[in-house]
């Protein structure tokens, strides 16, 4: 189990990292013409999904409800927010297409973060 903690803590740096990434990129290309289509958007989103997942894992093997703090409520619902607020920016900036899908991904991959570092507990 001491595996799945040390992933879940670890993924979350890189969940962070291509989140910033793809609100920075994403509001630099909100002028360009390209739809929002690039492979490493959905590395990003199958990184979120993956650390969401072991999280929820943990959350159910640990029984999470019976602890104190924010991780019994707060932290698991606020990180699914998050991913949901990231997938449905990738799926709505992907439909519109061009400088305004980009800069609709940037938008929402901001907010998913600002919900993130809100509920980890650090």
Same mark, same amino acid.
């Given at each position: 189990?001491?595996? *799945? ?10 969940? *962070? ?22 492979? &490493? *958007?959905? &590395? ?5 999904? @993956?650390?969401?997942?072991?999280? +929820? ?7 999470? &409800? ?7 409520? @707060?932290?698991? *619902? ?28 940037? +938008? ?6 600002v919900v993130v570092l809100a509920a980890i507990p650090w």
């Amino acid at each position: 189990m001491d595996i *799945l903690v040390e992933a879940h803590s670890g993924l979350r740096w890189l969940v *962070l990292v291509g989140l910033i990434a793809t609100a920075v990129v994403g509001f630099m290309r909100s002028s360009s013409a390209d739809s929002p289509e690039d492979r &490493w *958007l959905m &590395w990003v989103a199958i990184l979120f999904d @993956i650390q969401v997942t072991i999280g +929820i894992i943990l959350y159910f093997v640990n029984q999470g &409800w019976e602890q104190s703090g924010i991780i019994p409520i @707060i932290h698991p *619902l606020a990180m699914l927010v998050a991913v949901a607020v990231f997938h449905i920016g990738l799926s709505r900036g992907r439909r519109e297409g061009g400088g305004r899908g980009w800069r609709t991904v940037a +938008i929402m991959a901001l907010i998913s973060l600002v919900v993130v570092l809100a509920a980890i507990p650090w």
